[in-house]
């Protein structure tokens, strides 16, 4: 018997149903029954219907929607929970490890070192922050030697200069004591222009004085207070030409300041 189908969609008792409907033909082999009964070969012996309530597969395809529905979510979920892990592993966790080895290194500690081995440019880049590390480290100490041998240097100057500036000290109280001795001791005698070369002698060894003592005070390193005031350019110029007064003398030179 051969069979051909069909699929019309049609209401039962108010409910809709798939009726599924096939004829039945007639072949050889039937008519060795129904031979008799005047069938021949392609006749329409009967047929099979097969009716399938709609509400019932539709139920089906819900449940199938919602199966389909919770599976994609499911596997969304799973997606970027894996994705997510991955990040965390291969970027985020390495990151938080260079910034660990930054805050290390702007804290001046130069021995702690990153082990990230994650075998791509992070890694790379947390082997250069060791190394940099390492190369602060060797600069540093380097900076401590070169600070401790530039201390131990300036106590040596200071020393020295104070002793120097001792020794020269002594000369110069000896010259102004002896030109005020001379002044008491011979005022009557001396010549007006002889006064005012001890007058000269006097003043430029308390001038060498004053040059000294800020020898001194420039030598004590960390130890300058600077301030600033405002000064009579024309008042130095005046001092300048007393102090070079024998030498401008002798070379026959003459100055005139004028003005400002």
Known sequence: MLFRSGFPLEEENRHKVYRYMVPLYTTEECLQCHGAKGYKVGDVLGGISVTVPLEEAEDYMSLNKIILVS??????????????????????????????????????????????????????????????????????????????????KNKEIESLVSVVSHDLKAPLVSIGGFASLLEKTMKDSIPPKGKNFLDLIKKNTIRMEEVIQDILSLCSVGKIIEFYEDVESQDIVKEAIKICQVELEKKGIKLKVEGD
């Open 71 to 152: 599976s994609a979510c499911m596997i969304v979920i799973l997606v970027m929970a894996t994705l997510y892990f991955f990040i965390k592993k291969l970027v985020i966790n390495p990151l938080r490890k260079i910034g660990d080895l930054a805050n290390h290194i702007g804290r001046g500690d130069f021995d702690y070192r990153s082990d990230l081995r994650s075998g791509d440019e992070l890694e790379h880049l947390a082997h250069e922050f060791n190394d940099m590390a390492r190369k602060l480290k060797r600069s540093y100490s380097h900076l401590e030697s070169k600070t401790r041998e530039l201390e131990r």
